[in-house]
Every structure is written in structure tokens, then in C-alpha cells.
């Protein structure tokens, strides 16, 4: 299947940019939050900059592969990037809520799990996609 250069180009540069978010949150996280922040909430916020970086670099793996594979990555780079945003994003919004005083009502503690099931569902995905079409799967040396 031919993906659409747009959509190529996208993953790409969306992989790129959560690592640079990622790793830019991470500096910050270590030396800015460093003293704001409790040792639990400093834990969690890098478990979000963690799940950050981890899908930035499977979209670039993704997207210098496409060629590679014979289904459109379209489902999971948006599974991914809308997962990334609400698991990583929840994240660093509930560790850092006593510093930028916003406390959310209850229900708004749901994103997270969301994040997760979504970034969940995209890793299903792929897995299936791989298995079902695996028999197409150009291979280069």
C-alpha cells in the first residue's frame, strides 16, 4: 500500500518533536522541578517523559519504514500521538498541579488510563497488522 508522502513526512516529524518535547521536559524535570517537586511527583513526570520519548522513537522507526510495510500507519500514528498527548500530557499536568495551582475535579484523572488504552490500542494495531500482512513485508538488506 502507497502512503501518502503527507502523512509520511508527518510521522516523522511527529516523532522527532515528542522526543525533542521529551527530552527538553526531562532536562527540566531534573533540574527544574528538582526542589518544587515531591520525590512521587518527580517519579511520575519522568515515567511521562519516558512514555514521551519511547513512542517519538517508534514513529520514527515507523516512518523510515514505511516503505517496508503493506498497510497505511495512518491508525497507529494517530492512536499514538493522540495517546501520547493525553497519557504523557495528564502526566506532567497532575505532577505539577500544586505548583501551577489548577486542581482538576476527579473525572479529569480518567485521561490518563485513555492515554494509555489509546497508546495500548496503536501497539494492538500494529502487532495485528504485522501478523495479518506480515506475508508482504518487503525485507531489504
Not at 515531591?38 to 520514527?60: D, P
Not at 491508525?75 to 499536568?93: A, N, P, Q, R
Request: net charge positive.
Amino acid at each position: 500500500m502507497e502512503t501518502n508522502r503527507k502523512t509520511h513526512q508527518y510521522i516523522l516529524i511527529t516523532g522527532a518533536v515528542l522526543i525533542l518535547i521529551g527530552i527538553v521536559l526531562g532536562a527540566f524535570g531534573a533540574h527544574g522541578l528538582k526542589e518544587k517537586l515531591t520525590f512521587e511527583q518527580l517519579n511520575s513526570f519522568e515515567v511521562g517523559v519516558r512514555y514521551q520519548i519511547y513512542h517519538g522513537l517508534a514513529l520514527l522507526i515507523i516512518g523510515f519504514n514505511v516503505s517496508k510495510i503493506n498497510f497505511s500507519p495512518s491508525l497507529f500514528y494517530k492512536l499514538i500521538l493522540i495517546g501520547v498527548i493525553l497519557f504523557s500530557g495528564s502526566i506532567y499536568f497532575f505532577a505539577c498541579k500544586y505548583l501551577i495551582g489548577v486542581f482538576p475535579p476527579k473525572i479529569a484523572y480518567l485521561i490518563t488510563p485513555l492515554g494509555g488504552v489509546l497508546l495500548i490500542s496503536a501497539w494492538f494495531f500494529l502487532v495485528f497488522k504485522l501478523i495479518v500482512d506480515g506475508k508482504q513485508i518487503k525485507l531489504k538488506k
